[in-house]
């Protein structure tokens, strides 16, 4: 551990470093500690930063930057979530209060929301819908061989897609594989409806040649439905953070983000056992991808109570101000809850 003078400097260097992104030198300490000490005393204690690898000189220059060893120290022990300022706190407030259709919407807004204010680049995963249950399916033909599949769940949301079916399936097999849809899993939940359980309806209600197709089918809707809708916005804000990166850098950096599977497993949330707050700042070295080397990325998980949990990210510069992000997801993260406890509340 460090002393409380060593850990005022080191607190000092990233504030500033983070504010003007130029190396900080001992006079600059000096002037913005708020205890005197001399300059010759700073340079000292900066050599022991130095020496402990929390702090690191860049070419000749005599200031100093923090290391990736510095930030995680000030993540662990020092960071201090700020206030944020009134206006900021209306903008979610007025942002989330909209006539949504779909909870889908509002996590997508989520998204959009925390990407303007920040111009990082912003994640948000819905909640777990195992809980949720159907209500209601039909398809509906669109020509001699396409359909649309519609699925409609208890919490609004509506599921569709658009399949190619063979060509000599009957009218009468779709009305019944309908039927048999509506008439057996209406008022099931998502997590009971299992592939074994649609095999056994399959074998003793769907008969005919084209019973695996339609059963594939709906295989395929039920499975969109259950699964957690991830949303991106201002993957433009990569711009902002590429000195280093060349080209071809960048356009895997864009692939990597839209990923949701990959970022899906890098936004598992697990905080620390010692954590002092429920937001997890994952540094670039600790992220097992070298594109995202010179970024942080911020999770924070949000409750919803029976209907699960979610999970809302940034991805922005490692030099970023982290007392301002913290806060910021702290807050959000409690906004985007209650929204979505009152539009569940709807259909209740």
Same mark, same amino acid.
């Given at each position: 551990?460090?002393?409380?003078?060593?850990? /005022?400097?080191?607190?000092?260097?990233?504030?500033?470093? &983070?504010?003007?992104?130029?190396?900080?030198? !001992? @006079?600059?300490?000096?002037? #913005?500690?708020?205890?005197?000490?001399?300059s010759a005393t700073i340079r000292n204690e900066m050599a022991v930063l130095e020496d402990q690898g929390l702090i690191e000189k860049t070419h000749s220059s005599s200031g100093r930057i923090p290391s990736s060893e510095g930030y995680r120290y000030y993540l662990d022990n020092l960071?201090?979530?700020?206030?944020?300022?009134? !206006?900021?706190?209306?903008?979610?407030?007025?942002?989330?209060?909209?006539?949504?259709?779909?909870?889908?919407?509002?996590?997508?807004e989520a998204a959009k929301i925390l990407s303007d204010l920040t111009n990082y680049t912003a994640f948000a995963e819905g909640p777990e819908s195992h809980s949720v249950t159907i209500t209601g399916f039909r398809i509906v033909p669109l020509s001699n061989r396409q359909v649309m599949?519609?699925?409609? &769940?208890?919490?609004?949301? $509506?599921?569709?897609?658009?399949?190619?079916?063979?060509?000599? $399936? !009957?009218?009468?097999?779709?009305?019944?594989?309908?039927?048999?849809?509506?008439?057996?899993?209406?008022?099931?939940?998502?997590?009971?409806? &299992?592939?074994? +359980?649609?095999? %056994?309806?399959?074998?003793?209600?769907?008969?005919?040649?084209?019973?695996?197709?339609?059963?594939?089918?709906?295989?395929?809707?039920?499975?969109?439905?259950?699964?957690?809708?991830?949303?991106?916005?201002? #993957?433009?804000?990569? *711009?902002?953070?590429?000195?280093?990166?060349?080209?071809?850098?960048?356009?895997? /950096?864009?692939? *990597?983000?839209?990923? %949701?599977?990959?970022?899906?497993?890098?936004?598992? =949330?697990?905080?620390?056992?010692?954590?002092?707050?429920?937001?997890?700042?994952?540094?670039?070295?600790?992220?097992? %991808?070298? +594109?995202?080397?010179?970024? !942080? /990325?911020? &999770?924070?998980?949000?409750? $919803?109570?029976?209907?699960?949990?979610?999970?809302?990210?940034?991805?922005?510069?490692?030099?970023?101000?982290?007392?301002?992000?913290?806060? /910021?997801?702290?807050?959000?993260?409690?906004?985007?809850?209650? @929204?979505?406890?009152? =539009? =569940?509340?709807?259909?209740?």
């Amino acid at each position: 551990m460090l002393t409380e003078r060593q850990e /005022l400097i080191l607190k000092t260097i990233i504030q500033d470093f &983070t504010k003007y992104h130029e190396p900080v030198g !001992s @006079k600059t300490v000096m002037n #913005q500690l708020p205890i005197k000490v001399s300059s010759a005393t700073i340079r000292n204690e900066m050599a022991v930063l130095e020496d402990q690898g929390l702090i690191e000189k860049t070419h000749s220059s005599s200031g100093r930057i923090p290391s990736s060893e510095g930030y995680r120290y000030y993540l662990d022990n020092l960071v201090e979530p700020l206030q944020l300022p009134d !206006s900021v706190y209306n903008q979610i407030v007025y942002q989330l209060d909209q006539p949504f259709h779909q909870v889908n919407e509002i996590v997508q807004e989520a998204a959009k929301i925390l990407s303007d204010l920040t111009n990082y680049t912003a994640f948000a995963e819905g909640p777990e819908s195992h809980s949720v249950t159907i209500t209601g399916f039909r398809i509906v033909p669109l020509s001699n061989r396409q359909v649309m599949a519609i699925l409609v &769940t208890s919490d609004g949301n $509506v599921e569709n897609q658009v399949y190619a079916l063979p060509h000599n $399936v !009957s009218g009468d097999e779709i009305e019944k594989a309908v039927r048999m849809i509506n008439d057996q899993l209406v008022g099931k939940s998502l997590k009971e409806i &299992t592939p074994t +359980l649609l095999q %056994n309806l399959s074998k003793h209600h769907l008969a005919g040649d084209h019973a695996s197709e339609l059963l594939s089918l709906l295989e395929d809707v039920l499975k969109d439905a259950a699964s957690e809708q991830m949303y991106v916005d201002g #993957q433009i804000n990569l *711009l902002n953070n590429n000195i280093d990166q060349n080209l071809n850098d960048l356009r895997s /950096l864009y692939e *990597l983000v839209d990923q %949701n599977d990959l970022i899906s497993n890098l936004m598992s =949330y697990k905080p620390k056992e010692n954590s002092r707050f429920p937001i997890q700042v994952r540094l670039g070295s600790e992220l097992p %991808n070298d +594109l995202l080397k010179n970024y !942080s /990325l911020l &999770t924070a998980e949000y409750n $919803v109570g029976e209907y699960g949990k979610g999970t809302i990210a940034l991805l922005g510069p490692t030099n970023m101000p982290y007392s301002q992000m913290i806060g /910021l997801l702290e807050y959000f993260r409690t906004e985007l809850a209650k @929204k979505l406890l009152d =539009y =569940y509340g709807r259909f209740q």
